[in-house]
């Protein structure tokens, strides 16, 4: 079983206020995401990647900034936090591109900006 | 762009009742098809997919067919547990053009099964 580890559990900040989101997994997948999930909107995809150094731009991208630095790591950054940032925020990993790979998604970061 | 309706917001069961939750999608391509579910406290976990037209994927009781023609992925259980209750997410992913990689999720459809 993939283990997707999130880092912190929760976040509190003010608006302005520069957050960064940790995204660990062990099983060196290839793929790796961030999503948000609002109640109304379900899950939206912010940023994801394919590889270290490698970012693809998801639906909902403005105010997010993510980096792969490794094969395990993917980070979401918050530059100038806003209260339309307050979310449920997950990551998640696949290992390829064929039809059978299944998405292996960490517990979330809740995140509030007061 | 790929995009995927899930009709009800929420649904409220009895035990033992029979479960539908719609699921219609919308892409250029001939998207894979997947169903997850999220317990509470919890992300969001694979249940089933399904790659092709006609092909039913299952797991647990819960079923669904691929059906190309009308664009649709229902969700069903013949009897539902208190146990079921949790979020289902109905899902497309992109194999081809620019899209690759991307999976795409519809808002979701909360289930309360009561005993």
């Known amino acids: 079983e993939a283990a997707v580890t999130q880092s912190p559990r929760n976040k509190v900040t003010v608006t302005g206020g520069n957050v960064t989101l940790s995204c660990r997994q062990t099983?060196?997948?290839?793929?790796m995401y961030w999503y948000r999930q609002d109640t109304g909107h379900g899950l939206r995809l912010i940023h994801y990647?394919?590889?270290?150094?490698?970012?693809q731009i998801g639906d909902v991208p403005d105010g997010y900034k993510a980096t792969r630095t490794t094969q395990e790591d993917f980070f979401l950054l918050l530059e100038l936090a806003s209260p339309s940032q307050t979310s449920l925020y997950f990551c998640?990993?696949?290992?390829?591109?064929?039809?059978?790979?299944?998405?292996?998604f960490g517990s979330g970061t809740r995140l509030t900006v007061l | 762009g790929d995009s995927v309706t899930q009709t009800e917001g929420q649904v409220a069961l009895s035990e033992e009742d029979f479960l539908t939750i719609h699921c219609n999608y919308s892409?250029?391509?001939?998207?894979?098809l997947f169903w997850y579910v999220q317990y509470p406290g919890e992300g969001p976990q694979f249940l089933f997919r399904?790659?092709?037209?006609?092909e039913k994927g299952s797991s647990r009781g819960f079923e669904a067919t691929y059906d190309k023609g009308t664009t649709s992925f229902h969700l069903r259980k013949a009897s539902v547990q208190e146990s079921d209750s949790a979020v289902y997410y109905c899902?497309?992913?992109?194999?081809?053009?620019?899209?690759?990689?991307?999976?795409?999720f519809g808002h979701g459809t909360i289930l309360r099964v009561h005993p």
């Open positions: 998640a990993s696949r290992e390829g591109l064929a039809s059978a790979e299944t998405l292996y």
């Open positions: 892409a250029s391509g001939y998207p894979a």
């Open positions: 899902a497309l992913g992109d194999l081809t053009g620019a899209n690759t990689g991307k999976l795409t």
């Open positions: 099983n060196s997948h290839n793929y």
């Open positions: 990647s394919y590889g270290a150094g490698n970012l």
């Open positions: 399904a790659s092709r037209d006609k």
